[in-house]
């Protein structure tokens, strides 16, 4: 079965720090994997997602994630956070159905 | 443009209730799926339709349900509510089905059980 495991539950970090959360799944066949950011009281948003070709993919607000296949992971980074990146952060797998299974999450502080 | 609708925004219920919570999709959407959120936790699936037919399910078990309208708007029920069932409800529309096409969140429905 797909499962998708985000190390870092609580992330505090202090404006202009440099961000990287963790992501890995388990799943032998062809993925395609997504970020999605929740901030608070708002909807679900796609971050970035990446399904084939260049490893490193740009999303928006400056994230970025590089996909290393070999190691199963997916990391979210972002050179220099602001205090409007709070938020939940749900990194997410789609292996051969519409069906996406998420990670449980991360949330991050981010400190003025 | 109207993005995904879900109603109502907050619930609440007693134990061994019924609840029915609606969503309706980005126009010119086809696929509805719905997603159980409890808190501290990743969304976890629960159906997907498309076309008024259900093309996946989750491990949920029976008392949940789903159907899916002409319109593509898209109903889900749950019956003999539990307090476990406690959890933001969030509908996601595509346009279709398959691991590539993008899914637009709705805000949820937050379903208290009491």
């Known amino acids: 079965a797909q499962s998708v495991s985000q190390h870092n539950h609580h992330v505090i970090l202090s404006e202009a720090a440099s961000l990287e959360l963790g992501c890995n799944y388990s799943y032998g066949g062809t993925v395609n994997l997504f970020w999605y950011v929740q901030y608070p009281g708002q909807h679900l948003q796609l971050l970035l997602k990446y399904f084939s070709g260049d490893p490193l993919v740009k999303g928006i607000k400056g994230f970025e994630a590089e996909f290393i296949k070999s190691k199963f992971s997916f990391n979210l980074r972002k050179p220099s956070v602001q205090w409007s990146d709070t938020a939940e952060y749900f990194c997410?797998?789609?292996?051969?159905?519409?069906?996406?299974?998420f990670g449980q999450g991360t949330t991050l502080q981010v400190k003025p | 443009d109207a993005g995904v609708t879900q109603s109502p925004t907050h619930l609440i219920k007693t134990r061994g209730q019924q609840v029915t919570l609606r969503c309706s999709p980005i126009s010119g959407h086809k696929s509805v799926s719905w997603y159980q959120q409890v808190l501290g936790q990743g969304p976890q699936f629960i159906f997907q339709?498309?076309?008024?037919?259900?093309?996946g399910r989750g491990n949920f078990p029976d008392r949940f349900s789903a159907r899916q309208f002409p319109n593509y708007s898209s109903e889900l029920n749950v019956n003999a509510l539990l307090l476990g069932d406690s959890a933001l409800y969030l509908c996601?529309?595509?346009f279709g089905v398959g691991p590539r096409y993008g899914y637009t969140f709705g805000s949820g429905t937050r379903l208290t059980v009491v």
């Open positions: 997410a797998v789609n292996a051969d159905t519409g069906k996406l299974i």
């Open positions: 996601a529309s595509s």
């Open positions: 339709y498309y076309e008024k037919e259900e093309r």
